[in-house]
């Protein structure tokens, strides 16, 4: 067995039995023993997920753990043989409520230049009955992803104390050396990337205390493993929803430099109006159009990368 596939044995056990808290200090302290050469700390916490979980009696005893794997068995893919053995049992489905907590360590200077740790905070709790209104379900698919679901959720009861689960260890930089050497990879994060640390935001702030990446891996038309990445804010700032296009000059140059003040980095505005599906695209046109006619409050640095955005825009 590798050093790293030991570690990565090592992080999913300790994940299993650390109790979580508020600010995690029991997972890092535990991680950083697994891991001593990097110094972890939490940047962001991704929520509002959920899983598909397992089948529990109307007083919350459990029956399954796995409500696919359960309704197979049960049923051979006869909704109606299923329905015919429990549809009068009152069962009830649950589902895991998650919580996505992101820790980075910083290994270098540059932008990629971090290792990336996601751990899961999992709880499972009553989600909605196994059959919605006596409806039976075509297939064991609109079983588990009915369409009245939403409107049948019960009182979110917890049936456990929640829990970690480790996720995965990224180290970044091999992830970008990687991916942009491989064809089909989506590289725009890659780009992001770059133009961070081109812009005045990578002479003055680190990255990684500003955004974690969402990792979404996926198997492409070739049954080849890639990875698609979106950067997610630290500090969500709230997005004007006014149309930039009639700004300029004094009055726009302070509306960047009070949104930069307020995220705690320079350019915090472009690179916030990439990862808010052109949302404010009309900010950048206002900018660039205004250093067209000569008033410019943009360093060089950072006019190269809007520039650069103008002849190939690009967004999340």
């Not at 500003?210 to 698609?228: N, Q, T, Y």
Request: aromatic share 12%; net charge negative; glycine share 6%.
């Amino acid at each position: 067995m590798s050093d790293l596939s030991r570690r990565y044995i090592q992080l999913a056990e300790f994940c299993n039995i650390c109790f979580p808290d508020p600010a995690h200090d029991a997972l890092i302290s535990g991680v950083m023993e697994i891991l001593p050469e990097f110094d972890f700390h939490h940047v962001l916490t991704r929520s509002g997920w959920h899983r598909i979980g397992g089948v529990v009696t109307g007083d919350y005893q459990k029956i399954a753990p796995n409500l696919r794997q359960w309704a197979e068995s049960e049923s051979d893919h006869d909704m109606f043989a299923l329905y015919e053995k429990y549809g009068a049992s009152g069962y009830l489905t649950t589902r895991f409520d998650g919580r996505t907590h992101y820790f980075v360590a910083q290994t270098g200077k540059r932008s990629p230049d971090f290792v990336q740790l996601e751990v899961e905070e999992l709880v499972e709790v009553v989600d909605h009955p196994l059959f919605i209104d006596d409806q039976i379900p075509d297939d064991i698919e609109e079983l588990l992803d009915s369409s009245g679901a939403s409107q049948a959720q019960l009182e979110p009861r917890a049936l456990s104390q929640p829990r970690y689960m480790f996720r995965e260890l990224t180290d970044i930089d091999e992830l970008v050396a990687d991916q942009a050497m491989t064809d089909g990879s989506d590289l725009r994060y890659i780009r992001f990337l770059e133009e961070w640390d081109r812009s005045s935001a990578g002479l003055k702030a680190r990255f990684s205390d500003h955004f974690a990446l969402r990792m979404l891996p996926f198997i492409d038309r070739f049954g080849e493993r890639k990875i698609e990445a979106t950067p997610l804010p630290a500090d969500k700032l709230e997005i004007p929803t006014r149309d930039f296009s009639a700004l300029s000059g004094r009055v726009l140059s302070d509306f960047l430099q009070n949104f930069d003040r307020k995220a705690g980095f320079p350019m915090a505005w472009y690179f916030t109006m990439l990862i808010e599906k052109k949302a404010m695209t009309s900010l950048a046109q206002a900018v660039y159009l205004d250093h067209q006619r000569n008033y410019r409050y943009l360093p060089e640095r950072d006019l190269a990368v809007l520039e650069g955005w103008m002849s190939k825009p690009y967004s999340f």
